[in-house]
Structure formats: structure tokens, C-alpha cells
């Protein structure tokens, strides 16, 4: 039998031996952790809160938290790359989580070249409507990704890029504009397409002022009054609206490119196949067979596996860097030179 409390110092040992989460009901500590899950700004911030203790382990791994998680909690390097960061991801994939569905996708596709698996990763997420899934599967739609070049499906590939952007991806609307710019896939309709592609610009621009600035939407805007005014970001700025006289930062990569990115750049776990090759560094895609990506024909030395890659990296960062130099094409390989842009491409 417990002795009684006889004086105020048993009381407060008391209260300093308790523990208050314990009165906490199950169903209460389970919403705050899904607010903790889909609010977190980083993987750490989520599983340090798992190591507490048991019972937050075995409440933060229930099917309704990871479900909840949000695409944050998936930024894992490809350094720390791991067994139980595979069975996490797995666990948020079986609780029907998209964000976790998607970003596993993309690495048993690329990473692991499981292109099963990952195929069907990302159409059980572009079931759910989620965009960057539905303009992956897009990707390898043009591309023919994991197959042979006769197996590309232009028209596939419109609709989803369709599909994606009425969902709000912008780089799919970007795609869908040259698409129906240069007759890619679907009837050519040049205005429509201009069209299109301003309006991604300005939902761009929309963004940044939301996510940056988000009391004063006017501050990223940065009137050009001389040719090297200085921008009023510190961050890069990726001049999309020059010819309208704006700027805007440049925007963050996906968690799932700049994995792939760091695991055949940085982290040495990843080793591409011999003649394949890397998307531009904005992006991390690799080749799943030769010339399957649009090359610069100017330098030849960057690769695109869209054109709204290459549309963007052209006005961020190689356009500044590009030079005519004499290299060899690979023989037995027909390219037809595309022109996009300020630039032209070989279509492998």
C-alpha cells in the first residue's frame, strides 16, 4: 500500500517524479504528434521526438501520424542514406501517405534503378492526384525512360503534363506550354502556348511572393532600371521575367532531386551505367539509357530531361556558362536539333 503524502516536500517530489504525458490520453498525444508530423521543417525535428520514449515511438509510428507526414520529413540526405530510413519510408508509404510514396518512388526508379517498383510508386501517387508525381510519370513518358526509344509516348506524356498542371505543378504547365509551342506531342498552337508559358512565370512569381515575403508580396519584385542593378535578394535570383523588367529568387529543389542529385554526385553510393548521364544540377535525373536526354548543341555538355529543365537552367545558370565547342556525336545515333529558346537541343 502507498504511503500517504505527510508534508508539502512529499508533494513536490512527488509532482517532480511525475509524469505529466502519462494523464495525456492516447487520442490526444496521436493529434498532436500529426500536427508535429505534417508541420516539421526537417527529418530531425519528427524522430528526435520519437527517441523521447516508448509510448511517443509507438504513437509517432502509427498509421494515422505517418499518413499525416509532410514532404519535410522526407528531406534525408543521401549520405545518411540507411536500412531504417528505407523501412521509414516504407511505413509512410503502407499508411497511404503520397508525399512518402512519391519521394520513394523517384529513388527506386533512379537510385536503385527498380523501375518496376518505382513505376508503380509514383502511379499509385498520381492516382491520388499528387503533382510532382503525375509530372514524373510525364517525364518518363517523353523520354521513354527505362525502355527502349521506340517505346516513347508523346501523347501520354501531354496528358499527364494536362493533368499536373490543372493540380498547380508549374513546371508542368511550363512543359505543356512548349509542348504546344513546338507540336510535342499534340497539335501546335504557338499563341496558346506563349500563353501558358507567361502564366507559369506569374505563378512563379505568385509563389515566391507567398513563401518569401508573405506580409509584403511587393518586395519581390525588383524593377531593372539599369542593365547591373542590384537585386534586392540575397539569395540567387533566376531572372524567368527579365524581359518584363522582374526578378525572383531562384526556387528550392525538390527533396527527392536534390537526394537523387547528392547520391551520384556527392555521396559516391551511386554510380551511373556506362554512356548515361546526368540531368542539369538543378534537377538530379539520370538517364536510364543513352542520349535518352535532350542535349545542348552548343556545348554539348549539359543535359535536360524536359524542356522546362532546360528553359530554366538556361536562364538561371547556362547561359552564362555556354560556349560553341567541337565534340563527337556517337555514331549510329540519328539527333534531330530542336530549337528552344535562346538555344538549341539534340532530341536523342
Known sequence: MRRPLRNSNDYKLAAVNHDHLDVLPDDLVVFILCKLSSTASSPSQFVNVLLTCKRLKRLGLSRLVLAKAGERVFEMKAANWS??????????????????????????????????????????????????????????????????????????????????????????????????????????????????????????????????FPTSPSTTWHVHRQQNATCRFREPVCPLLSDYGFTEAVPEMPAANRFMMEWFESSGRGALGEGLRLCHGGCGRSETRPLEFRRCSVCGKVNYCSRGCQAIDWKVRHKMECFPVEYLVEQNVGGNIAAIGDENVAIG
Open 83 to 212: 536500412d531504417y530510413a528505407h523501412r521509414f519510408l516504407k511505413r509512410c508509404v503502407n499508411a497511404g501517405n503520397v508525399d512518402a510514396t512519391y519521394t520513394l518512388g523517384m529513388i527506386q526508379f533512379y537510385c536503385f534503378q527498380n523501375r518496376g517498383s518505382g513505376i508503380s510508386l509514383l502511379a499509385s501517387a498520381a492516382s491520388k492526384y499528387h503533382a510532382p508525381s503525375l509530372y514524373s510519370l510525364a517525364v518518363t513518358q517523353f523520354n521513354g525512360s527505362g525502355s527502349l526509344t521506340s517505346e516513347k509516348n508523346l501523347k501520354a506524356g501531354v496528358a499527364l503534363c494536362l493533368r499536373a498542371a490543372i493540380t498547380g505543378h508549374i513546371g508542368a504547365l511550363r512543359e505543356l506550354g512548349h509542348c504546344l509551342q513546338d507540336g510535342y506531342g499534340v497539335r501546335q498552337n504557338i499563341a496558346e502556348g506563349r500563353r501558358l508559358l507567361v502564366h507559369a512565370n506569374v505563378r512563379e512569381l505568385a509563389l515566391v511572393a507567398k513563401t518569401k
